[in-house]
């Protein structure tokens, strides 16, 4: 796995910033400048085929500490650097998953997940989940 590194300030794409929302919560680094701007570049693809509506971040990237911290998978997408759990302005998360499903199947989104208050996307190989 690459080192991880401390993000640039500006801007990833145009709705998307390193240190605001891709950076670790917890370090405040990435694990791969590459891997997360393609990730980036992929979300605005998802943002797009979303109506282009807001996507608000709650969680990308995570080092291996913060993603044991908050019960995250030992392969975690979010440690690659891979997954993002995000809600969308003027959707309810049970609203976003449905969206995100027809996403899925039509071949944009690998996993997919269902949570109470937020749905998870990822680049990782087409499956899907209920989370608690």
Request: charged residues 25%; contains cysteine; aromatic residues 10%.
């Amino acid at each position: 796995m690459a080192r991880w590194k401390r993000p640039p300030y500006q801007k990833i794409t145009e709705h998307f910033h390193w240190a605001t929302e891709a950076a670790c919560k917890h370090c405040g680094r990435v694990p791969d400048l590459e891997v997360v701007r393609e990730t980036a570049e992929w979300l605005e693809t998802v943002r797009e085929a979303l109506g282009g509506l807001p996507v608000h971040v709650n969680s990308w990237c995570r080092c291996e500490e913060h993603n044991a911290a908050v019960g995250g998978a030992p392969n975690s997408y979010h440690v690659k650097g891979m997954a993002v759990d995000i809600t969308v302005r003027g959707y309810s998360p049970r609203e976003t998953w449905r969206l995100c499903r027809e996403l899925q199947k039509k071949g944009l989104i690998g996993g997919l997940g269902k949570y109470a208050s937020f749905t998870h996307i990822d680049r990782g190989p087409k499956r899907s989940w209920d989370g608690p």
